[in-house]
């Protein structure tokens, strides 16, 4: 009787289906057992010793020894069916391997004792000696439980199993190549198995359609997908192909492992958001959560999806700690999606734990707030518990996080003089002049608004400033390739203006922002050459000529989709804080956004948009 190995149970140590219990050498069954046996390939024909003088004949397939290993609570117990008297065919040892490594996972200790103990030892042997007759579910299994136990990488019977594995690599079912992937691969990179382990990958890459269930994919993606680019891109097909079946605990753990791997894989993030859409699915607390903070990280714009995460966070507001509302506020802060009544409720909490919330989760939300330009409701309350908070603590933070809490606080217009003090003195912006990182020239551009603020919005102010040679725009600053929308108002305008001396483009003030163009009016609205006349919102002079009586400066912003919050047309902080800033040194504003240039076709209306603009920016100001 031809029994699988996969799916027969071990033999018993004496007793064979359909044979006599216990048979002896020249016995008249004998000859007819050896000739029945003989025909089976390995490792269906096992000849173990049990006693002294006895022979016995087992196939793996009748109850035996599993259940003494299956219940053993103890190591001691495993090792002591070594010297039982026990029938241990090729498959029982294995699994008393693999049964102690269960038992010592979280022992490490005992994993070091155990590695030393001569039973073990003798364990590994004979394991080792009958390798090529354990089964395939048992082997990869074996390996793992081996990898854990903490094997050395230069054990023999660890790279005998190794070995095994690679020669049986085209036999194994798919499940087992992912089971030994998902299970191995740290500790294949650990032992130095590299060869094993691109071996194993190269065959999940080229067996990827055998893959049927979700659980598989999804384990494998955020598993070992980052150790394969042509593998990770193979598991994506195959995830966009079973999406359908996933549960919310399958799309969660997809979309964390894209934002944990930065991968932002459009079609897949269009189709899980599909189906959190389409789907009634009840989404938990932790789930919302980790939702948001994958968007957020990816920077995936998807309105239905943020509308019914905001919607489905709002009712567990009051059961959020401070740590999760503060990260749940950053996350729909780099999305840009300002939901003013869960935005209110974190306003909220954040009053109601007043005396308990720590710092580091109110700088985070306060940079959130700014983000996005939100001022809560109780704004007095809100930004007095900011004071508080902050009056003997900011000192103590990080340098670059000191100036990124002021800098919220400038663009919700809530700094305080010793606040600005705190960032402005030599000391603090020191650290920042010299620095090319992106993150340090970030911050210093950040100094730079602090210091026009203290300048232009706090007339009583007195000092420190930043020094002068750190007004002077860096070369950088102006090495942002030029948008679609700059080059044509560029284009236009000049065409409006008529001589190149009349207007300035991408003019870098030594408030920490750029014109994208200005021009120069007297009192009678007509163009003035600008280098003529002196200016000072640059950090280097132009000119000599003090402005004409009722001269006027016109400042050009162009708008662009991503400075606006999502679906809104309210820019975000930043942008709001630069437009106070220019009105406050004397700029009147033509604004020119995205959706409403794209409206324009001719060039003759984009012409008549811009002087219209022009004429509204004078008439604005006359009429104060």
């Not at 990179?189 to 190269?202: F, K, P, Y």
């Not at 789907?279 to 990816?298: Q, R, V």
């Not at 103590?396 to 960032?423: F, H, I, K, M, N």
């Not at 102006?478 to 991408?506: H, I, R, Y």
Request: hydrophobic share 40%; with cysteine.
């Amino acid at each position: 009787m031809h029994v699988p190995p996969e799916r027969g149970r071990p033999s018993g140590p004496c007793h064979v289906s359909g044979w006599p219990a216990e048979t002896h050498p020249g016995s008249p069954q004998d000859s007819d057992l050896l000739g029945y046996l003989a025909q089976l390939p390995p490792p269906w024909f096992l000849v173990r010793a049990c006693g002294e003088g006895t022979s016995v004949y087992s196939l793996p397939g009748a109850p035996g020894g599993d259940h003494l290993i299956e219940r053993a609570t103890q190591p001691e117990e495993i090792l002591a069916l070594l010297g039982g008297g026990h029938c241990l065919h090729q498959n029982r040892a294995a699994l008393m391997v693999i049964q102690l490594s269960r038992l010592l996972s979280e022992k490490p200790k005992d994993k070091a004792l155990l590695i030393k103990d001569a039973r073990f030892q003798h364990l590994l042997r004979l394991v080792n000696s009958q390798i090529n007759a354990v089964w395939h579910g048992t082997l990869v299994k074996l390996l793992r439980s081996l990898y854990a136990l903490g094997l050395p990488a230069t054990s023999k019977e660890l790279q005998s199993v190794e070995q095994e594995v690679r020669w049986r690599m085209r036999r194994l079912r798919y499940k087992h190549l992912a089971f030994l992937a998902e299970s191995s691969a740290t500790y294949m990179q650990e032992q130095g198995s590299q060869e094993l382990l691109a071996e194993l990958l190269v065959h999940l890459e080229r067996r990827w359609t055998e893959i049927d269930d979700g659980r598989t994919v999804v384990a494998m993606m955020v598993k070992i997908g980052h150790l394969s680019q042509s593998l990770m891109n193979r598991l994506e097909d195959k995830c966009l192909e079973l999406v359908e079946q996933f549960g919310p605990e399958e799309l969660r753990k997809v979309l964390v492992m894209l934002a944990a791997q930065n991968r932002r894989s459009v079609p897949l993030l269009r189709a899980v958001s599909y189906h959190l859409v389409q789907k009634p699915f009840t989404l938990t607390k932790s789930i919302l959560l980790d939702l948001a903070y994958a968007y957020g990280k990816l920077g995936f714009h998807q309105t239905q999806v943020f509308q019914r995460l905001a919607a489905d966070l709002l009712p567990h507001t009051p059961s959020l700690t401070s740590s999760e509302v503060a990260r749940c506020t950053k996350s729909f802060a780099f999305l840009k999606w300002l939901s003013l009544p869960l935005f209110e409720a974190f306003a909220q909490h954040v009053l109601d734990r007043a005396q308990s919330i720590a710092l580091p989760h109110l700088c985070n939300m306060l940079l959130a707030f700014a983000r996005v330009n939100f001022r809560p409701e109780r704004e007095d309350q809100f930004f007095s518990l900011v004071h508080e908070k902050l009056g003997s603590q900011l000192a103590g933070l990080e340098p670059a996080l000191q100036v990124d809490v002021v800098w919220s606080l400038c663009v919700l217009q809530q700094a305080r003089e010793a606040e600005l003090q705190a960032v402005l003195r030599p000391e603090l912006h020191g650290q920042f002049l010299g620095d090319k990182s992106p993150k340090d020239q970030s911050t210093f551009q950040k100094l730079l608004h602090i210091n026009a603020t203290a300048q232009l919005e706090h007339p009583e102010y007195t000092g420190p400033h930043l020094p002068s040679s750190a007004l002077v725009p860096r070369p950088s600053a102006l090495d942002k390739k030029v948008t679609p929308l700059q080059k044509e108002l560029q284009e236009t305008l000049k065409g409006l203006l008529g001589s190149a001396n009349k207007g300035s483009f991408l003019v870098a003030t030594r408030y920490g922002w750029i014109l994208d163009a200005e021009v120069l009016l007297d009192a009678d609205s007509q163009l003035l050459p600008l280098r003529d006349f002196v200016a000072p919102h640059l950090a280097q002079p132009s000119g000599s000529q003090p402005l004409p009586a009722g001269a006027k400066r016109l400042a050009f912003l162009c708008w662009e989709f991503p400075n606006f919050n999502s679906r809104s047309k309210d820019l975000l902080g930043r942008f709001v804080l630069a437009r106070r800033h220019l009105l406050a040194a004397g700029f009147l504003l033509v604004d020119v956004p995205y959706y409403e240039w794209l409206e324009l076709k001719s060039e003759w209306q984009k012409s008549a948009y811009l002087k219209d603009k022009m004429r509204k920016a004078v008439a604005e100001e006359l009429a104060k």
